[in-house]
């Protein structure tokens, strides 16, 4: 589908309440897009807001990032964490209160921030695995990749429960559901909702596309290799995630999984024990993440 279809537009124009996010996300947009913006700058910006500070170095204090010492200034902790660190405290925080209710009662709520933090912390292990060098950004993408889906529950509650009703009535998929009663899916609110948000083009592409990741390639003009890159990753990480056994990745969810995707990510039952163990720490690091915020 494309990003500005005629349901898309339909269907989003029935949203009347749709969170914004707060200023200090256009702040931080607008001085991470200045390579001369320096530490203390973009420090000076965040001391205005004293709840964001606390986080930030609670954040960077915390298990989460294994620093050893105390750091008790907010310049020393923007140098640690990097701009974009501090950017997605700021969007993790402003979407887990605009979104931390249940909207429809046939949406639980917890079930999907539990499968949200899952496929961040495996996203990012397997980004750490291959050395990435967008190790945080897979994080976040992975914890946002189904906003559509929070979107459509507590924003479109009526198309929602219209959802629920043929996905249960015709025994298919929640996605398969959804193409049927909205002719798209909760990919494409997502990627609205991201285009909306200005999040960053990666971040728009995986909550658009996590469910048909071989599109990314097909673009015109081509996507960036790590645009492309971070949907396979979240694609593959929303597989597994769904797979998990006792806090396990398992080797068996691979199935699940764009073949195309998992040979290009080489995912293998060799070396499967070593990343099990790498996915159980993101996920305990992950938990901790979202407590401090
Ligand atoms: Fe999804
Ligand atoms: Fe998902």
Redesign the pocket.
């Known amino acids: 589908m494309s990003p500005e279809s005629t349901e898309l537009k339909a269907l989003v124009q029935k949203i009347t309440d749709l969170p914004t996010l707060p200023a200090m996300m256009a702040t931080i947009t607008r001085l991470m897009q200045d390579p001369r913006t320096s530490a203390e700058e973009l420090g000076r910006a965040i001391a205005t807001d004293p709840a964001l500070v606390s986080k930030v170095l609670k954040l960077v204090n915390s298990a989460f990032y294994g620093f050893p010492g105390r750091i008790s200034t907010i310049t020393q902790a923007i140098v640690i964490l990097g701009f974009s660190t501090i950017r997605n405290v700021v969007l993790t925080t402003s979407v887990l209160k605009a979104f931390n209710k249940n909207g429809s009662h046939a949406f639980d709520v917890e079930k999907f921030w539990e499968h949200s933090l899952l496929t961040g912390a495996i996203a990012r292990s397997l980004a750490v695995e291959r050395e990435a060098n967008f190790i945080e950004e897979t994080f976040i993408a992975g914890l946002l ?2 906003m ?2 929070i979107v459509l529950s507590q924003k479109l509650t009526a198309e929602f429960d219209k959802v629920i009703l043929v996905k249960e009535k015709a025994n298919i998929s929640q ?1 398969a559901a959804e193409q049927s009663v909205l002719k798209l ?3 494409d609110i ?1 990627g609205w909702l991201a285009r909306k948000w200005n999040l960053p083009i990666p971040f728009v592409e995986v909550m658009r596309l ?2 048909s990741p071989l599109e990314i390639l097909a673009q015109e003009p081509p996507a960036q290799r790590d645009t492309a890159n971070l949907v396979f990753l979240v694609h593959a990480a ?1 597989a597994l995630s769904k797979g998990i056994v006792e806090g396990k990745v398992q080797f068996s969810a691979c199935a699940a999984i764009d073949p195309k995707v998992r040979a290009d990510l080489k995912l293998e039952e060799a070396g499967w024990d070593r990343f099990q163990l790498r996915t159980e720490e993101e996920i305990g690091k992950a938990r901790a993440f979202l407590e401090i915020i």
Do not use: A, N, V
């Open positions: 990749h189904d559509g889906r996605l899916t909760h990919g997502g996590h469910h929303d």
